[in-house]
C-alpha cells in the first residue's frame, strides 16, 4: 500500500511562501490523481488543490486560487504544493492523498500531515 508523507510546513509571516513536499513510497502514484487537503484548527479537513495523473487539469479551492500551485513529477513520486502570499486564514495541518479522477473521494490513508502556521 503507497505510504504518503508530507514535509515543508513551518512558520512564516502573512505574504511569505513555502513549499509543501509529498513523497509517495510502497508504490507508485504515476497513474493517479493526487490531492492536497488541510485541516484548519478545530475545523474540519478541506480541500485545497488536486492534479491529474499526467498533470493536467489542475483545480484550486476558492480559497487558494492564484495563490497556490500544484505540480508533481511522476518519475520521483513526489507532488508539490506551492503557497504564495500566505494568510493567517492558511493556517493548517496539510496533507497529500491520492484522489479518484474527479477529485471527488481519496483513496489512501493519510499521512501525519505538515503544520502551517502563517503568523500576521
Known amino acids: 500500500q503507497v505510504q504518503l508523507v508530507e514535509s515543508g510546513g513551518g512558520l512564516v509571516q502573512a505574504g511569505g511562501s513555502l513549499r509543501l513536499s509529498c513523497a509517495a ?13 488541510r485541516q484548519p484548527p478545530g475545523k474540519e479537513r478541506e480541500f485545497v488543490a488536486a492534479l491529474s495523473w499526467n498533470g493536467g487539469s489542475p483545480l484550486y479551492a476558492d480559497s487558494v ?7 508533481r513529477n ?4 513526489t507532488v508539490w504544493l506551492q503557497m504564495n502570499s500566505l494568510k493567517s486564514g492558511d493556517t493548517a495541518v496539510y496533507y497529500c492523498n491520492i484522489v479518484d479522477s474527479n477529485y471527488r473521494r481519496t483513496l489512501a490513508s493519510w499521512g501525519q500531515g505538515t503544520q502551517v502556521t502563517v503568523s500576521s
Not at 65 to 71: L, P
Not at 74 to 77: F, S, V
Open 65 to 71: 486560487k492564484g495563490r497556490f500551485i500544484i505540480s
Open 74 to 77: 511522476n518519475a520521483n513520486n
Open 25 to 37: 513510497s510502497g508504490g507508485s502514484i504515476g497513474i493517479f490523481a493526487m490531492g492536497w487537503f
